[in-house]
């Protein structure tokens, strides 16, 4: 490779960094503690009070410690920063992870932040010494729990070379809290580690969390399957196939049966008919033969009716014949 290939590689190298870190950081001033709209308080991490278990910490912040071995906390003048004074968490000899947090209030669930910490610093530069900032969402103070949404570990360097270290997440209550944690795996006897301008700003690109998707509301889609089931009336046009069926079996069979009775009321009236000629016949000693047409007429089955007619057709014969002889008689007499 010529010289003039690998200046042009330098340059494209140095050019892909710089992209990367004003990606991250184009929003926020030379000065990490001016940045418009940070929310944390003591971001320069002045002074120090006491915490009980823990030691001298900046002033509003608190401390943690994840590991057996306990560093101590103190600030003081001798930090390597740019604008001392700092926190400063150390050890002679052994390893240890701890690290500092702060609960910021006058969050907006449903809104992204992002934290930044500006100045994380190793006094012995190895591999195995690596730091991590998170946000606790729900604002809790357990540096354990699973709730804190942590960026990945990256190597711990007197300058941005490995990264810039940084979060975003978004908050699932009104309070939040920002952790810096620092784990120190390589013993180089003086194991020290300074922290320096830890912002939290408002940042509407955070990826969106499972609170905002919790908080979607899903109502809206049983309101279109509300309108599906109005149809559903239109459905009763499927009844009147149901009457059309019982009509049908009340006109075949009811008006064959009415039929059938009216036959059977017709012998009723025969006795009565019967009876009305037989005084007729008593007027001559010589009818007595009407007790004749009952057998025929039970026997042959003609009509009760027909029979008395004759008979009193014959009769009528009979005695007209008679007369007409008398008659002649008693006119040839004469």
Not at 70 to 77: D, E, T
Not at 245 to 258: E, I, M, R
């Amino acid at each position: 490779m010529n010289v003039r290939s690998m200046l042009a590689t330098i340059f494209l190298l140095t050019v892909l960094f710089v992209l990367t870190y004003s990606s991250v950081s184009a929003d926020d001033a030379a000065d990490l503690c001016e940045t418009s709209g940070n929310m944390t308080a003591n971001c320069r991490l002045d002074g120090q009070h006491a915490v009980p278990g823990i030691g001298q910490v900046a002033a509003n912040w608190s401390g943690f410690i994840l590991s057996e071995n306990r560093p101590s906390f103190n600030n003081n003048g001798t930090c390597d920063s740019p604008e001392p004074l700092c926190a400063r968490i150390w050890s002679d000899g052994g390893t240890w992870e701890a690290g500092l947090l702060q609960q910021v209030g006058n969050a907006v669930p449903g809104q992204g932040y992002r934290a930044r910490v500006g100045w994380f610093t190793p006094r012995c530069v190895d591999p195995g010494n690596i730091d991590r900032i998170g946000i606790d969402p729900t604002g809790g103070t357990d540096a354990a729990s699973p709730n804190i949404v942590w960026s990945n570990f990256i190597q711990l360097q007197k300058s941005n070379q490995f990264g810039v270290h940084q979060v975003k997440t978004v908050a699932r209550s009104t309070t939040v809290t920002v952790f810096v944690d620092a784990k120190v795996q390589f013993n180089c006897g003086a194991n020290v580690v300074y922290i320096d301008a830890i912002i939290l700003v408002p940042d509407g690109s955070a990826a969106p969390a499972p609170a905002p998707v919790a908080t979607a509301t899903t109502p809206p889609t049983p309101r279109p399957t509300a309108t599906n089931t109005r149809p559903a009336p239109t459905r009763t046009p499927t009844t009147p196939p149901k009457p059309t069926d019982t009509p049908v079996p009340t006109a075949s069979p009811t008006a064959t049966a009415t039929a059938t009775l009216v036959p059977t009321e017709s012998p009723t009236p025969t006795p009565t008919e019967t009876e009305t000629p037989v005084p007729t016949a008593t007027r001559r000693p010589t009818a007595t033969p009407t007790a004749i047409p009952e057998p025929v007429m039970a026997i042959a089955g003609v009509d009760g009716v027909a029979v008395v007619l004759m008979g009193g057709a014959f009769c009528s014969l009979v005695l007209a014949t008679g007369m007409g002889g008398f008659t002649l008689w008693f006119w040839r007499r004469k």
